[in-house]
């Protein structure tokens, strides 16, 4: 059987996969390895994760979850899930800032892609980290932490640079959420008012018809939030799906991490593998302007989409996060599975973001190559001068 990515629509080619037990197994791997590279949830739509020679997951290694309450701070091996880690954490009276809409996914992956969830003051999910282990080329075991001159190049990374083994996470105390789903979000509705509205926005849109997600700290949220109307009942981002793989709507209030996701982590996720992702981010400034861009072409990108999600980012300094340097507005879209029809549609969203610097999520579909800074490169070769965590993805965009 072919091991694929998560919606199966990738076929990883790598010879072989090994599950090591130990760091000293996965150290001896590494060192042996011609070609290698780590795989974790393989949430992913794209080839980033694949190798050309041999591939390594880490879901067999010691289960690490160590948390230092004192310090506001837990060190998690790479291959835990956020759905594994939150709860742990939330025992402790602790938290994560955010989350990402799937709870499923690997803290690893998703640190190493700059995935994120949204509001306006909640960086992306990799803007946590504040140190991570890694083993590189040679087999040796490589500490980065907050403040070294490497550090910022490292976090957001494509696995190109080693294996990450261990990261360590800032904390925040835990907190309570309200979720409320509003219908009817006018197309005039002040972008910047709506998306400050809560801990953490959403907007999911066809590019015609709008609803809001808000999750809420504190009292409830009045019937008449501007100017829309509350959900009757549960949602679920893709009109006419069932909500019952979602997390708990209608104000009701619970831990931060059985809101912030939009989905449950013992369902399945989204559209449940029958889909195809895109997103690219935009400095926030532009939103107004890309929004009214997209729904100039709604009748083009319609009939392959399932949904298209909208959302804030604050702003970090690692230097291939999507967010870097600027506050950013994201812009989700949840594809129907038929890679030919999508991809002249991903082409026409590209164009019309194009005006606004556009930076593609690393593990979604996109077709214009992003721009990487030299001292990435740089970085790269001083990590892996022999490439053996490079494969095709890596160097399409090392080699522009």
Same mark, same amino acid.
Request: include cysteine.
């Given at each position: 059987?072919?091991?694929? !990515? ?6 990883? =080619? ?9 760091? $000293?197994?996965?150290? /001896?791997?590494?060192?042996?390895? /011609?070609?290698?590279?780590? *795989? ?5 739509? !794209? ?15 010691? @289960? ?10 837990? /060190? ?10 939150? @709860? ?26 700059? =995935? ?15 140190? *991570? ?5 040679? +087999? ?21 640079? +080693?294996?990450? =083994?261990?990261?360590?996470? #800032? ?10 789903? %509003?219908?009817?979000?006018?197309? $005039?509705?002040?972008? $910047?008012?709506?998306?400050? $509205? ?7 849109? #066809? ?16 019937? +008449? ?38 989905? %449950? @982590? ?9 889909? *195809? ?7 926030? &400034? ?13 009748? /083009? ?28 507005? &994201? ?53 892996? @001068?022999?490439?053996?965590? +490079? ?10």
């Amino acid at each position: 059987m072919t091991l694929t !990515n998560w919606a199966g629509n990738t076929p990883f =080619t790598a010879s072989r996969i090994h599950r090591p037990t130990s760091l $000293d197994e996965l150290r /001896r791997l590494v060192a042996a390895a /011609r070609r290698i590279r780590a *795989l974790g949830s393989g949430h992913s739509f !794209n080839d980033i994760a694949d190798s050309p020679g041999e591939l390594v997951r880490l879901d067999r290694m010691p @289960p690490l979850i160590e948390v230092d309450s004192a310090a506001a701070r837990v /060190r998690v091996g790479a291959a835990t899930t956020y759905a594994r880690l939150a @709860p742990e954490l939330h025992a402790r009276g602790l938290a994560l800032a955010n989350l990402a809409s799937l709870p499923h996914i690997s803290v690893a992956g998703s640190v190493a892609t700059g =995935t994120h969830g949204s509001g306006v003051g909640n960086p992306s999910l990799s803007a946590a980290v504040r140190g *991570l282990e890694l083993v590189t080329a040679d +087999g040796s075991l490589v500490t980065l932490e907050r403040g070294h001159e490497d550090f910022p190049g490292a976090v957001v990374a494509l696995g190109a640079l +080693g294996v990450v =083994t261990a990261l360590t996470l #800032d904390l925040v105390p835990a907190f309570e959420l309200r979720q409320y789903v %509003r219908e009817g979000v006018p197309d $005039d509705a002040p972008f $910047d008012e709506i998306m400050a $509205d809560g801990h953490s926005v959403s907007l999911f849109t #066809d590019y015609r018809d709008t609803r809001a997600w808000i999750k809420h700290r504190a009292e409830p949220v009045s019937d +008449g939030w501007r100017g829309t109307r509350p959900a009757v009942g549960p949602r679920h981002p893709v009109p006419g799906m069932p909500a019952g793989s979602c997390t708990e709507q209608l104000g009701v209030p619970g831990p931060w991490h059985e809101r912030l996701p939009h989905f %449950r @982590p013992d369902a399945p996720p989204s559209s449940a593998g029958n889909e *195809l992702q895109s997103e690219w981010m935009t400095d926030r &400034a532009h939103a107004a302007a890309a929004l009214r861009g997209l729904r100039a072409v709604g009748d /083009r990108i319609r009939p392959v989409l399932q949904i298209s999600e909208v959302r804030t980012i604050a702003a970090d300094d690692l230097w291939l996060s999507p967010s870097y340097g600027r506050d950013s507005v &994201a812009f989700h879209f949840t594809w129907v599975k038929d890679p030919a029809a999508v991809r002249p549609v991903i082409e026409l969203v590209e164009d019309v973001l194009a005006p606004f610097d556009p930076r593609p999520h690393w593990g979604k579909l996109f077709v214009r190559r992003p721009a990487v800074p030299d001292r990435f490169r740089e970085l790269v070769r001083r990590y892996d @001068p022999e490439g053996a965590f +490079g494969n095709a993805f890596t160097r399409a965009l090392l080699d522009t």
